[in-house]
């Protein structure tokens, strides 16, 4: 079970930082993943991190700006967002699968239940 926290509205130039809590996922390395889903559009990858923290994928348009990290023992990872921008105006959910990080939903296990970001 993923429990997303953090989401808001902020004005252009502003930050946010969301907080994906998580439990199980204990048999193993596993990949939390940050997806959005923006009004009549698909559900897009936009951050991935492994449970060894060395491999992470940022989507060029976040690259510079988001930043995610996972914090195995506090079983929460997190999304600071910096720089936003009306166009990260989206859902955003956190999401976890067994194994290697991929890049396409349907293969991942779990997902939080979505936290709205608006930039205005």
């Known amino acids: 079970q993923l429990v997303e926290s953090g989401g808001g509205s902020v004005q252009a130039g502003g930050s946010l930082t969301l907080s994906c809590a998580i439990s199980?996922?204990?048999?193993?390395?596993?990949?939390m993943a940050w997806f959005h889903q923006a009004p009549g559009k698909e559900r897009e990858r936009v951050a991935t991190?492994?449970?060894?923290?060395?491999?992470?994928y940022y989507s060029d348009s976040v690259k510079g700006r988001f930043t995610i990290t996972l914090h195995n023992a506090q079983k929460t990872a997190y999304l600071q967002m910096a720089r936003l921008q009306p166009e990260d105006t989206a859902m955003y959910y956190c999401a976890a699968k067994y194994g290697d990080c991929e890049f396409d939903a349907v293969r991942y296990d779990a997902w939080g239940q979505g936290t709205q970001v608006t930039v205005s």
């Open positions: 199980g996922f204990t048999r193993g390395r596993y990949c």
């Open positions: 991190i492994n449970s060894d923290a060395n491999s992470i």
